[in-house]
């Protein structure tokens, strides 16, 4: 039954990747400039100009383009960069793992935060922490990730002379220091996606405690603890579960600003350049990948819910 299920959602998930790559074809053509252009500046001559789009393939009409563009996605190849002339699957190689740990530490540091804190407020309803917890979670949806990130770089460098880890440490040479430096942007990066969990997990888990189911536990007389945690988080997880795999696009498009902020090589620094120079490829390339990657989740998440409620499968 689950590998059933699995298959018609592999089934639902071939008409969004289709229609996500007219539009990720589409949106970079309609980015003000040229990148012909920008390449010859604006001394060249309309012949050049001509000349280069022609080389590059970019005069002939938008279908055909289009079409050519996804026989070679369907082979693997993403073409390659206008700039470096280098193939676009390789720069996202290089690139992926940083921007893959980032957004991983993000979603730690939000489960983290949002689990327990969310629990807490449910648990203590209407008490002191269950109203600081809800402030720090508004707080925390209304602060911008891009705004924070600047804040914690040049509050501290003026007050204290210090300021955050810039640039990129390798895993290999230092570690510690390559852990150590990615913790304060997935820390900025986490903390929307921890709010709006918290407010969540505190709505559901409240609901689940009021359930009949609830009520016989605790007449059994069981510890608070196991009938807020077995009884009542293990049935409101999955609403949570749904948001989380929302909040994931929300955390892959908070990596462009956050990877450019600190200067870490990472796929979002990599599209916020290729955005600049108009490098149609690139940009195709990432957003392919984005997209992919948000159908690929979303469909673990359906899985999962079939794992945990049998009854979705039917």
């Given at each position: 039954?689950?590998?059933?299920?699995?298959?018609?959602r592999l089934v639902i998930a071939i008409p969004s990747l289709l229609i996500a790559s007219v539009i990720v074809f589409t949106l970079p053509r309609l980015i003000p400039g040229d990148a012909v252009q920008l390449m010859l500046a604006e001394t060249s001559y309309a012949k050049d100009i001509d000349e280069l789009r022609a080389k590059l393939g970019l005069d002939r009409a938008l279908p055909v383009q289009y079409a050519e563009w996804v026989a070679?996605?369907?082979r693997g190849d993403l073409g390659e960069s206008l700039w470096t002339r280098r193939p676009v699957l390789d720069?996202?190689?290089?690139?992926?793992?940083?921007?893959?740990?980032?957004?991983?530490?993000?979603?730690?540091?939000?489960?983290?935060i949002a689990l327990p804190i969310g629990v807490l407020a449910a648990a203590r309803q209407d008490?002191?922490?269950?109203?600081?917890?809800?402030?720090?979670?508004?707080?925390?949806?209304?602060?911008?990730s891009f705004w924070l990130a600047t804040l914690l770089i040049v509050?501290?460098?003026?007050?204290?002379?210090?300021?955050?880890?810039?640039?990129?440490?390798?895993?290999?040479?230092?570690?510690v220091g390559h852990i150590v430096q990615l913790l304060l942007p997935a820390a900025i990066l986490g903390i929307a996606s921890a709010a709006a969990l918290m407010r969540l997990t505190r709505g559901m888990l409240l609901e689940a405690l009021r359930q009949d189911y609830v009520r016989t536990a605790q007449a059994k007389g069981l510890a608070q603890s196991v009938v807020?945690?077995?009884?009542?988080?293990?049935?409101?997880?999955?609403?949570?579960?749904?948001?989380l795999g929302t909040q994931l696009p929300l955390i892959?498009?908070?990596?462009v600003v956050i990877e450019t902020i600190f200067g870490l090589p990472g796929v979002g620094r990599f599209l916020f350049d290729a955005i600049n120079q108009r490098d149609y490829p690139v940009i195709q390339g990432?957003?392919?990948?984005?997209v992919s990657t948000v159908v690929l989740v979303n469909l673990g998440v359906d899985v999962l819910y079939g794992v945990l409620d049998p009854r979705i499968r039917y």
């Open positions: 039954m689950l590998k059933r299920y699995l298959a018609r070679h996605v369907m720069e996202l190689a290089h690139r992926l793992p940083v921007s893959a740990e980032l957004a991983l530490y993000a979603t730690v540091i939000a489960l983290a008490s002191l922490a269950d109203y600081v917890a809800r402030s720090v979670a508004i707080l925390g949806l209304s602060l911008p509050m501290p460098a003026i007050w204290w002379g210090w300021r955050p880890v810039t640039g990129f440490t390798d895993l290999r040479q230092d570690p807020v945690v077995k009884h009542g988080l293990r049935n409101a997880v999955i609403p949570v579960i749904t948001l892959l498009g908070g990596t990432v957003n392919l990948l984005v």
